[in-house]
């Protein structure tokens, strides 16, 4: 599970706060706000919103699909998608061209084809979750 650091959408205060709570990893964050509840009882403990907190979720879940590190990250950023419901509410081809475009901006090599389409997919389950 990648550190709760590597959240891009977080403020430094918050993740104080969220550590302060025993909550050091994407996976222990998704758990601790996994229902409406917890994701209130989250909020009120870090002196977020309940948006902070469910932008939080968001991007946690795009950082625990599988084969999906920061270089990955990096590049979906790049190409717009900050979270799982970016990723989930764009269709394939819009997906891949923007990925396609953010590659050719960073200069990186492009995301072999079976791992796109696997992001994509990953991300419409979870959403749909």
């Known amino acids: 599970m990648p550190a709760i650091g ?3 959408r977080i403020e430094p205060v918050h993740l104080a706060r969220l ?7 994407t996976g222990l964050l ?3 706000s996994e229902t409406p509840t917890r994701r209130q009882t989250l909020a009120d403990q870090t002196d977020a919103t309940l ?6 979720r968001d991007e946690a879940l795009l950082l625990n699909l ?3 590190g920061r ?3 990096e590049l979906l950023a790049a190409a ?3 979270g799982i419901r970016a990723l989930a509410e764009s269709d394939w081809d819009e997906f891949q061209a923007s990925v396609m475009r953010a590659t050719a901006m960073l200069g990186r090599v492009a995301p072999d084809p079976l791992s796109l389409r696997s992001w994509w997919e990953q991300g419409r389950v ?4």
């Open 6 to 8: 590597e959240l891009t």
């Open 19 to 25: 550590e302060a709570q025993g909550i050091f990893t």
């Open 30 to 32: 998704l758990e601790r």
């Open 51 to 56: 948006a902070d907190v469910d932008e939080w």
């Open 66 to 68: 599988a084969f999906f």
């Open 71 to 73: 270089p990955e990250h």
């Open 80 to 82: 717009g998608i900050s």
């Open 126 to 129: 979870l959403v749909d979750a």
